[in-house]
């Protein structure tokens, strides 16, 4: 049976679309042998291939990255700029798993020399990212290669550059609560740091930053830190730190910090007086809740050294110890726990 020309247009777009490259080549030179000329069809079904092959792996790179696979997403696109079927869509959807600006605009260098076009899309991306991390001159430098390239700005780009200062503050508090669920702690940090350096950070910042500390005197660091950066602690701050100090069993530090309150006119809040009227029952469900979520997140070492200032502090009782007594692997470790703390537990109230 002859092959025609409207049978070559079919199986060189099927090629094509599932990214069977060379094939497709060879099926090229194949109609170039036997004279066969391609016509509009060929080119309209090339043209409508690379587009679906190019939509197929957008795809694939979205699914890849929303299901954690990001070195996979990597492997994908890098195979993409190789090849040269790389394309701007590909690339800024790339965009997000880098961890900053900096990798941001290293990775479209990278894709531009590899040959992909970049335009507003790219651009945009960029500057809500700079935007974000409070890179005023970073985004006035992206601004400036924009107008130099002759790429104008469109709706979009419009609405990342009017955002104001509230709006900013809370895509910043947003992305920081999004990284730590998502167990990119170091990102965070990274992200925190950066704002704190840059005189960008605020309290909602800070306070969302404080669940990422070990403990109370962590967080008392953090604080001192933020609060040298120029930030300004109020209610919700202190309120934070009283809750980790009540929780830990920190007694004197929990009169420390009220006493801190009253000195610097920071008037207590609904929360605040909360906060402070959990009674011991509550309090001793709320660590024993604690312990519970560390360990099943395999944070061990947390766990004990919750558990052991609780112990040391006076706060620690029979639930508890029967909490950190499963975590002990072997009889002898049991037993060796046992002696330790049973004589130190507090009892429970009946």
């Not at 005023?136 to 130099?148: D, F, G, H, I, S």
């Not at 009540?246 to 610097?264: F, H, P, Q, S």
């Not at 006119?265 to 809740?289: C, D, F, H, Q, W």
């Not at 499963?326 to 009889?331: D, E, I, K, P, Q």
Request: hydrophobic share 40%.
């Amino acid at each position: 049976m002859t092959t025609t020309l409207p049978t070559y247009n079919v199986l060189l777009g099927k090629l094509r679309v599932e990214g069977r490259s060379e094939e497709a080549e060879a099926l090229q030179r194949e109609m170039a042998q036997r004279e066969i000329a391609p016509n509009e069809r060929t080119a309209k079904a090339l043209s409508r291939a690379a587009y679906m092959h190019g939509k197929k792996h957008l795809t694939d790179l979205v699914r890849l990255l929303e299901a954690g696979e990001a070195s996979r997403a990597w492997e994908l696109f890098d195979g993409l700029l190789r090849r040269g079927h790389a394309n701007e869509h590909h690339l800024t959807v790339m965009l997000k798993a880098c961890p900053s600006i900096d990798e941001q605009r290293a990775l479209v260098q990278r894709a531009e020399e590899a040959g992909v076009t970049t335009a507003v899309s790219t651009y945009t991306f960029l500057l809500g990212s700079a935007r974000v991390e409070g890179r005023t001159e970073e985004a006035e430098a992206l601004q400036q290669v924009m107008a130099r390239r002759g790429i104008e700005p469109n709706e979009y780009t419009a609405k990342v550059m009017a955002r104001s200062s509230k709006v900013l503050a809370k895509q910043r508090t947003s992305e920081l609560g999004r990284l730590l669920k998502a167990g990119e702690t170091g990102r965070a940090w990274e992200l925190f740091d950066g704002l704190l350096e840059r005189g960008r950070a605020g309290e909602y910042h800070l306070t969302t930053m404080l669940k990422a500390c070990l403990g109370c005197e962590q967080q008392v660091e953090l604080v001192t830190r933020a609060e040298q950066a120029g930030v300004t602690t109020a209610a919700p701050t202190f309120t934070f730190l009283l809750g980790s100090a009540l929780l830990e069993g920190r007694t004197k530090d929990t009169a420390a910090l009220k006493r801190e309150m009253a000195r610097r006119g920071i008037m207590p809040n609904a929360y605040t007086a909360k906060v402070l009227g959990r009674t011991p029952e509550v309090l001793s469900s709320l660590r024993t809740a604690k312990l519970g979520r560390l360990l099943k997140a395999g944070e061990t070492g947390r766990a004990w050294e919750l558990f052991d200032g609780l112990l040391e502090r006076g706060h620690a009782d029979t639930v508890q110890y029967n909490v950190m007594l499963a975590a002990c692997t072997t009889a002898a470790e049991k037993q060796t726990f046992g002696k330790r703390a049973k004589s130190k537990l507090v009892r429970q109230k009946k």
